[in-house]
């Protein structure tokens, strides 16, 4: 068997996905875990948008969607009273927009299941003790269950070990922020009454007192509530939550056989970087916030969607080496630093109970969430396919990047169908995207020339792009004569009859849109600025 290239520390969702993505762009893991078995509580629920989209990359996501429980809706009442309802897909541009809740224990055992499958087991009770770094490798002591340890060397090490993280530790990285002055208390358990079972449930009550319910299925909810007296750290009983409904305006629900009670305070704190040479910080490791939106699990995975690709440059010893690795720290370091802010300011708003801080939350939730433009916003951030790069080093930005549509460099790519030339079937351009490399999307805009039609053909089969080994995909607008171009089929042709794909994009002449393999749009120009495109390719060197 191949020397793994990689340490992974952590075999919680994101040090899963960070295993799985390194195997599908030819990096070698070694993933390890200091417990004995993976946790048997559901902790994180919420899987969003631009996680599924990851899982689709992974072939994972039809198991997520047949296993979990659909989140049609965000619901918001006070004291019991129904203020709004809002579709939790609404406006959320996504190949997979509607969210799901599954517990985080079956989230790892899905991705486990898929690491196996690749060739890779977790090692457990096994534990790593010390590391150090130098130019060239990092070197770890990894201890086993029995008491004996072993010196290995490893091309580079991720710390995916959770809030408590031994990396981290050992790096001595400060972990800066604040514990909130907060407890809240949890159950998993049967509920009977009316409460929606196809979304999250938020009420906010009279006596200072909110609670949030989402359902997990077959009769089956998570209740959390916020307990007022913070020296009481005890797990909280049946009757304690059945309190907090009755006190809520919801006493008319009955909570009975729980499967998990638990208490929790909220810390918000980040690592001084997530990145130190050799050595990633990601999800837990680097970043703690409140569990309010439920992003923090979903934040790790696509920490680990960054890294992944990256990494496969990384172990290839490209010369731009430092500018790839830093790349990670400017692009997810800010989407950590924000989620704080962000999670935290929804935090407070949900606890604040005062009697005018109530009236304002009715008077946003029942009047202005009803316009549709904020409902769409809402939906959409909580998705998080909103979430863009614009200050990478690994973007590469045009005139367009002043603008704030969504097809400039450094923004996700969007769906939108097509037709396969060949068999004339309708397709979706995104799944197109589902390989571990670069995407070449090539327009022939809304009138080709000759000349044009020379230099789309010059590019697809450009030295540089095969180096990087993108793959090229041809798009005709339908008022542009197709003829497939005789360059030894590079591409692949789509026809875009109603012009939908090039409106969906901005585009009126022949032009390129490089995609990287996490989805992002790495660059994009018109045809004759095919320097540009080479310009990029030269950083992956």
Same mark, same amino acid.
């Given at each position: 068997?191949?020397?793994?290239?990689?340490?992974?520390?952590?075999a919680?969702?994101?040090?899963?996905?960070?295993?799985?993505e390194?195997?599908?762009?030819?990096?070698?893991?070694?993933?390890?875990?200091?417990?004995?078995?993976?946790s048997?509580?559901?902790?994180?629920?919420?899987l969003?948008?631009?996680?599924?989209?990851?899982?689709?990359?992974?072939?994972?996501?039809?198991?997520?969607?047949?296993?979990?429980?659909?989140?049609?809706?965000?619901?918001?009442?006070?004291?019991?009273?129904i203020l709004?309802?809002?579709?939790?897909?609404n406006?959320?541009?996504?190949?997979?927009?509607?969210?799901?809740?599954?517990?985080?224990?079956?989230?790892?055992?899905?991705?486990?299941?898929?690491?196996?499958?690749?060739g890779?087991?977790?090692?457990?009770?096994?534990?790593?003790?010390?590391?150090?770094?130098?130019?060239?490798?990092?070197?770890?002591?990894?201890?086993?269950?029995?008491?004996?340890?072993?010196?290995?060397?490893?091309?580079?090490?991720a710390?995916?070990?959770?809030a408590?993280?031994?990396?981290?530790?050992?790096?001595?990285?400060?972990?800066?922020?604040?514990?909130?002055?907060?407890?809240?208390?949890?159950?998993?358990?049967?509920?009977?009454?009316?409460?929606?079972?196809?979304?999250?449930?938020?009420?906010?009550?009279?006596?200072?007192?909110a609670?949030?319910?989402?359902?997990?299925?077959k009769?089956?909810?998570?209740?959390?509530?916020?307990?007022?007296?913070?020296?009481?750290?005890?797990?909280?009983?049946?009757?304690?939550?059945?309190?907090?409904l009755?006190?809520?305006?919801?006493?008319?629900?009955?909570?009975?056989?729980?499967?998990?009670l638990?208490?929790?305070?909220?810390?918000?704190?980040?690592?001084?970087?997530?990145?130190?040479?050799?050595?990633?910080l990601?999800?837990?490791?680097?970043?703690?916030?409140?569990?309010?939106?439920?992003?923090?699990?979903?934040?790790?995975?696509?920490?680990?969607?960054n890294?992944?690709?990256k990494?496969?440059?990384?172990?290839?010893k490209?010369?731009?080496?430092?500018?790839?690795?830093?790349?990670?720290?400017?692009e997810?370091y800010?989407?950590?630093?924000n989620?704080?802010?962000?999670?935290?300011?929804?935090?407070?708003?949900?606890?604040? &109970?005062? !009697?005018?801080?109530?009236? #304002?939350?009715?008077?946003?939730? =029942?009047?202005l @969430?009803? +316009?549709p433009?904020?409902?769409?916003?809402?939906a959409?951030?909580?998705s998080?396919?909103?979430?863009?790069?614009?200050?990478?080093?690994?973007i590469?930005?045009?005139a367009?990047s002043v603008?704030?549509?969504p097809?400039?460099?450094?923004?996700?790519?969007?769906?939108?169908?097509?037709?396969?030339?060949?068999?004339?079937?309708?397709?979706?351009?995104w799944?197109?995207?589902?390989?571990?490399?670069?995407?070449?999307?090539?327009f022939?805009?809304?009138?080709?020339?000759?000349?044009?039609?020379l230099l789309? &053909?010059? !590019?697809?089969?450009?030295? #540089?792009i095969?180096?990087?080994? =993108?793959?090229? @995909?041809? +798009?005709?607008?339908?008022?542009?004569?197709?003829?497939?171009?005789?360059?030894?089929?590079?591409?692949?042709?789509?026809?875009?009859?109603?012009?939908?794909?090039?409106?969906?994009?901005?585009?009126?002449s022949?032009s390129?849109?490089?995609?990287?393999?996490?989805?992002?749009v790495?660059?994009?120009?018109?045809?004759?600025?095919?320097d540009?495109?080479?310009?990029?390719?030269?950083?992956?060197?």
């Amino acid at each position: 068997m191949k020397k793994p290239d990689i340490l992974i520390v952590g075999a919680g969702p994101t040090g899963l996905t960070l295993a799985i993505e390194c195997c599908r762009h030819g990096v070698t893991p070694r993933i390890i875990d200091h417990t004995a078995s993976r946790s048997p509580y559901s902790k994180a629920l919420v899987l969003w948008s631009a996680t599924l989209e990851c899982f689709s990359a992974m072939g994972v996501v039809e198991e997520f969607l047949q296993s979990g429980h659909p989140m049609r809706r965000l619901i918001f009442a006070d004291h019991g009273k129904i203020l709004n309802e809002i579709p939790s897909s609404n406006g959320v541009d996504s190949a997979y927009p509607l969210p799901i809740l599954l517990p985080q224990n079956k989230t790892e055992e899905i991705l486990e299941r898929r690491l196996a499958a690749l060739g890779v087991e977790v090692e457990r009770d096994v534990t790593l003790t010390h590391c150090t770094q130098n130019d060239n490798s990092v070197i770890a002591t990894i201890t086993k269950k029995e008491g004996t340890s072993e010196n290995h060397s490893f091309s580079f090490l991720a710390a995916c070990d959770g809030a408590r993280s031994t990396v981290r530790h050992q790096l001595e990285l400060p972990f800066e922020g604040e514990t909130e002055p907060l407890a809240f208390v949890l159950a998993d358990a049967k509920i009977e009454g009316d409460l929606p079972d196809d979304g999250m449930f938020l009420n906010w009550g009279r006596e200072k007192n909110a609670t949030i319910f989402f359902p997990l299925g077959k009769g089956l909810f998570r209740v959390v509530a916020q307990r007022k007296d913070l020296t009481n750290k005890n797990v909280p009983t049946l009757e304690e939550m059945q309190g907090y409904l009755n006190q809520s305006g919801l006493g008319h629900w009955r909570i009975h056989e729980p499967e998990w009670l638990s208490y929790f305070s909220v810390n918000e704190r980040i690592v001084s970087c997530n990145r130190i040479g050799r050595i990633f910080l990601l999800g837990d490791a680097a970043h703690i916030h409140s569990p309010a939106g439920g992003q923090g699990m979903n934040t790790g995975i696509q920490d680990a969607c960054n890294l992944g690709w990256k990494l496969a440059l990384l172990t290839k010893k490209v010369s731009n080496a430092e500018l790839i690795a830093e790349s990670y720290v400017q692009e997810r370091y800010p989407v950590a630093k924000n989620l704080i802010k962000e999670t935290s300011q929804l935090l407070h708003a949900g606890v604040n &109970q005062t !009697l005018l801080t109530r009236i #304002m939350k009715d008077i946003v939730v =029942a009047f202005l @969430l009803h +316009i549709p433009a904020l409902q769409q916003l809402l939906a959409a951030k909580f998705s998080e396919m909103n979430i863009h790069y614009p200050s990478s080093s690994l973007i590469l930005h045009d005139a367009l990047s002043v603008d704030k549509r969504p097809y400039q460099a450094g923004w996700r790519i969007y769906e939108v169908s097509l037709v396969e030339a060949t068999t004339q079937k309708t397709i979706s351009l995104w799944k197109q995207l589902l390989h571990p490399k670069h995407t070449l999307l090539l327009f022939s805009g809304t009138y080709l020339s000759e000349e044009m039609r020379l230099l789309l &053909q010059r !590019l697809a089969s450009d030295e #540089m792009i095969a180096t990087i080994e =993108a793959k090229p @995909l041809m +798009i005709w607008h339908g008022e542009v004569l197709f003829n497939k171009m005789n360059y030894e089929e590079k591409a692949s042709h789509f026809l875009d009859p109603q012009g939908l794909a090039h409106n969906r994009f901005g585009i009126t002449s022949p032009s390129w849109i490089l995609v990287r393999p996490d989805f992002y749009v790495a660059a994009r120009g018109v045809i004759e600025e095919q320097d540009r495109l080479e310009r990029y390719c030269s950083r992956l060197a």
